[in-house]
């Protein structure tokens, strides 16, 4: 009870901020504006929102916000008590109301996240005990409250800016919850074969995640390597269909056309090399939070001098160092275990440690990004809590579920200053994949070659 009263608190205040304030504190604009132009047949990606952002997603998923369409608006009207007014367009829903449709439906999104984890390591737990949890037991509870608060200041601040990251994370914990589904079927010889399974809309799911936001295309790796060819068709499938088809379908070939090359070369090349071409700035070094490992080596190396005052561009030898441990880290990751048949436990640490290498590797990686770390937060608070006769947190678990969210909270409070340069969440980004790596390898010596049997039980 406490935790709904607290979400619809929380939902009110963001309501409040996005819709009832001198400025739209909320980057939710950016898609409602994108869904204005799908119904109107204007470019999405041609226009921007009142805080002057532009829609950087490709093309189809800005059909899928027409619902929630937000027309611009020359002139406000006088403010009120309650904020700036202005005149709603005919036939679009009020801006606070798309809001508020927005802020419950990402709290699905993230509840769905947590208890399709749940479900997967509970499943696939070898302890009767464990898979016979019911709501009535306080293990069932704790296996889904824990992870929720280590990742809670993350929540919130992708919950109050509107993002889209806990869309993306569902599809995420889905993609694991069904690749987890059809390992569990492949190890049973009873289960007849199908031929778009699990593994088929894992791969659809994955791919779903990163036709959104360009980055978990990471996540095609462990695809590619560990889950067979139903995923990779599903992967496949997906990505034609969001890319190719429903733009087709949406827009038209010429139209969808321009704004596919519009995105892939303003947004995805132009992002990637660091043009001055993309299609929007605002996420320089110099005085943008930027967590990735060139982000954080750039403020280390200018600690002393204030923000805004910072180079736009880091020192020669930050990005190919970002490169080089970025790719140390995904090969790391990919060889774990290899030659292993992986079970629930062992795919979402792997997953989760992909997340993690995701949020170092990319380019920009801001504080709400780290939503991503769910995956592999979870996979460590349940093993930790399996250990423990009582259900509860032990050993490291005390240390680290408490400290993670303290710091990556006290870091944003400070809009500047030493607790906002310190590379915090990349250091605390690091010891859960290093944690999750060993338990992945300690996992791996433990189950058979593969091929030589049945998978190790959970």
């Given amino acids: ?60 998923i800005a059909a899928a916000f027409v619902p929630l369409a937000d027309a611009p608006v020359s002139e406000p009207l006088p403010s009120t008590p309650s904020g700036p007014e202005t005149p709603a367009a005919s036939g679009y829903m009020p801006y ?21 984890l749940a479900r997967t390591l509970t499943r696939g737990s070898a302890d009767p005990n464990i898979r016979a949890l019911k709501p009535t037991h306080g293990g069932w509870w704790n296996i889904r409250f824990w992870p929720m608060l280590c990742l809670a200041p993350d929540f919130g601040s992708t919950l109050s800016k509107g993002q889209i990251n806990l869309h993306m994370l569902v599809l995420i914990c889905g993609g694991i919850f069904l690749f987890a589904q059809a390992t569990r079927l492949g190890a049973d010889s ?49 990505g034609l269909a969001v890319m190719v088809v429903i733009p087709v379908l949406v827009f038209g070939p010429v139209r969808a056309y321009e704004s596919t090359w519009t995105f892939m070369d303003k947004v995805l090349l132009a992002g990637l090399a660091g043009s001055d071409e993309r299609l929007q700035h605002g996420a320089g070094f110099d005085n943008t939070d930027n967590l990735s490992i060139q982000g954080s080596l750039h403020n280390l ?7 805004g005052e910072r180079p ?27 030659g292993r048949p992986d079970d629930a436990l062992a795919i979402t640490l792997r997953v989760g440690m992909l997340c993690a ?48 969210p303290t710091l990556m909270g006290v870091a944003r409070v400070q809009s500047e200053g030493l607790l906002r340069d310190l590379p915090i969440p990349l250091a605390l980004n690091l010891v859960v994949w290093s944690m999750c790596a060993l338990a992945l390898a300690r996992r791996a010596a433990t189950l058979p070659a593969a091929g030589a049997g049945q998978p190790a039980r959970a």
């Fill in 96 to 116: 606070w109301v798309s809001v508020a449709i927005w802020y419950f439906f990402s709290v699905l999104c993230a509840a769905a996240s947590i208890e399709l």
């Fill in 190 to 238: 009873s289960q007849p074969s199908r031929r778009f399974g699990p593994a088929f809309w894992g791969g659809v799911c994955m791919a779903m995640a990163a036709c959104i936001k360009v980055i978990p295309g990471i996540l095609v790796f462990d695809v590619l390597a560990r889950r067979g060819w139903r995923a990779i068709i599903g992967y496949g499938a997906c």
């Fill in 301 to 307: 190396m200018h600690i002393h001098e204030p923000r």
């Fill in 312 to 338: 736009e561009k880091p020192d020669a030898w930050v990005k190919p160092t970002h490169l080089a441990v970025s790719i140390g880290l995904l090969i790391a990751t990919l060889l774990i275990g290899r």
């Fill in 1 to 60: 009870m406490l935790l709904i009263i607290g979400v619809l608190l929380f939902g009110a205040l963001t309501v409040k901020r996005s819709a009832f304030s001198e400025r739209r504190m909320t980057d939710a604009g950016v898609f409602f504006r994108a869904g204005w132009a799908v119904r109107e047949g204007v470019d999405p990606m041609s226009i921007s929102d009142e805080n002057g952002w532009r829609y950087l997603y490709p093309p189809a």
């Fill in 357 to 404: 290498v995701m949020l170092l590797a990319t380019p920009m990686c801001h504080r709400h990004y780290y939503v991503f770390m769910l995956p592999a937060v979870f996979a460590l608070v349940f093993m930790n809590i399996g250990r423990s006769p009582l259900g509860f947190l032990h050993g490291w678990g005390v240390v680290l579920i408490p400290v993670y």
